[in-house]
């Protein structure tokens, strides 16, 4: 067992190595993630301690009779664990790190974090009023560390507001950039008469953010639509030269964007418990901008490539045109001036312009 368990973790690193080199180092960590590789690895180190441990019982004497037969029942039940587990492990080695299976890893976190931020617009906050300016007597919380911001506890934070009688305006969200210094969040005293805010507030507004040195995907849609446009970025490289997996990038983007007007049920009564804290909300243009932008530049060249974005991009206008369809004209419009430039033959200029008009004059 220890030695499956060491040819085991080359195996996993391997394929670590190629998810990183082969797709993009941003989808290493959803393949880290992985728990059946985690099971296996802790099955296979489990029965080699649980072997040692019954060999040196045996050796010493510690069992009597009835003792080694419920060591042998133990036994049997460890080696059918393991039996199954290799089994498992076989298959799930044919798939660990492969390009496909590591991107559909990456759609799976940019579809799971669309559908949660379509379900919670506002991560449970309130939409932040348009044209706010700040309030004289207000506290600004700044950045104390630089990096990503990973996580914001809008519950943690609707118990401070309510606590300290505050309105809490946070302008940042998940995925933002943050240097030292940086405002993060306007405490603002809802009670006329109230004084300057100084102290407390502000550390327990700054412990309700997680600030790291990486974005993740669990409350970032952005990021999974970013690592899915890297992706197709890659493999439309001269190193790489892979329309193909563009091809099919552009497809998994569709589907994750169809999420965004999926209507999804969203819990009253928790935004009303975070009413005094107010967030941000994404935008289609954002999401469009991660995903589109990236592959236009680098496909531009590429007739394929541009007849499938075009493809994406009336597919989505169709989808749900009041929604999309502004952006997907935008874009389309874009896509063309990129092509008129990149592409060679005046046929395929004219081919994609023909496809473009089916989007922009209907």
């Given at each position: 067992m220890l030695a499956v368990t060491t040819f085991s973790l080359s195996t996993m690193v391997t394929a670590y190595g190629a998810a990183s080199s082969g797709v993009t180092p941003r989808a290493t960590t959803l393949v880290m993630e992985d728990t059946t590789t985690q099971n296996a690895l802790a099955t296979f180190i489990g029965s080699f301690l649980f072997s040692l441990v019954g060999i040196i019982a045996l050796s010493t004497g510690v069992y009597g009779a009835q003792g080694r037969v419920l060591l042998f029942a133990a036994t049997i039940v460890v080696v059918i664990l393991i039996v199954y587990t290799l089994l498992r492990w076989i298959d799930h080695l044919s798939k660990l790190g492969r390009m496909g299976e590591t991107i559909d890893l990456v759609e799976k976190a940019a579809i799971d974090a669309i559908d949660h931020r379509v379900r919670w617009p506002y991560l449970g906050g309130v939409a932040f009023p348009k044209g706010w300016t700040v309030p004289i007597g207000s506290q600004i919380v700044t950045s104390e560390s630089t990096g990503y911001v990973q996580h914001i506890g809008v519950q943690a934070l609707s118990e401070v507001a309510e606590a300290g009688n505050l309105k809490i305006f946070v302008d940042i969200l998940p995925g933002s950039f943050v240097h030292l210094g940086r405002p993060l969040a306007y405490l603002v005293p809802l009670a006329k008469e109230s004084v300057e805010i100084t102290g407390e507030p502000?550390?327990?507004?700054?412990?309700?953010?997680?600030?790291?040195?990486?974005?993740?995907?669990?409350?970032?849609?952005?990021?999974?639509?970013?690592?899915?446009?890297?992706i197709a970025s890659r493999a439309l490289s001269p190193a790489v030269n892979d329309p193909g997996t563009a091809i099919d990038v552009i497809g998994r983007g569709v589907r994750s964007l169809t999420t965004w007007c999926k209507p999804q049920p969203v819990a009253p009564e928790h935004?009303?418990?975070?009413?005094?804290?107010?967030?941000?909300?994404?935008?289609?243009?954002?999401?469009?901008?991660?995903?589109?932008?990236?592959?236009?530049r680098d496909g531009a060249a590429i007739i394929e490539v541009d007849l499938r974005l075009m493809k994406a991009l009336i597919s989505l206008a169709q989808i749900d045109p009041a929604l999309f369809k502004a952006v997907c004209v935008r874009h389309a419009n874009i896509l063309l001036r990129r092509s008129d430039s990149a592409l060679a033959l005046n046929e395929e200029k004219c081919q994609l312009r023909a496809l473009a008009d089916k989007l922009l004059f209907n």
């Open positions: 502000s550390e327990k507004v700054l412990a309700t953010l997680t600030i790291g040195t990486r974005r993740t995907f669990e409350h970032d849609p952005r990021f999974g639509l970013s690592v899915l446009s890297e935004e009303k418990s975070c009413g005094q804290v107010f967030l941000h909300g994404l935008t289609v243009d954002d999401l469009f901008d991660d995903f589109f932008a990236p592959i236009a």
